[in-house]
């Protein structure tokens, strides 16, 4: 059942750079990077809210989400622009290292 949601998740995501090629033509790049996480975080809060006891967090987990989330938004800032000005066909193979580079 997994490997299904893994190929339908890799399948939607194959359109991903496309979609947001063609809302740049017409959006600034912060509201294309950001809108979709937005839209899931009530989502995610919701998911949280509902799960079942908290974890015990330190300062070193918020100092490594903090850092994570800096990196995330540089990339992510970064793969827009880089989708932006250049061809989708050279510019998407580039976004999949993304993740990898947020790591």
Known sequence: MWAAYALTAALLTSFL???????????PVAIVAWVPNAVSLPLLFAITIAAPGWPHVDWLF??????????????????????????????????????????
């Open 62 to 103: 918020v100092v490594a989400i903090l850092a994570s989330g800096g990196l995330n938004l540089i990339a992510t800032l970064a793969s827009m622009y880089a989708l932006k000005q250049a061809d989708a066909s050279i510019a998407a193979p580039l976004l999949s290292f993304n993740p990898a580079c947020t790591m």
């Open 17 to 27: 750079p496309i979609i947001n090629k063609r809302m740049l033509a017409r959006t």
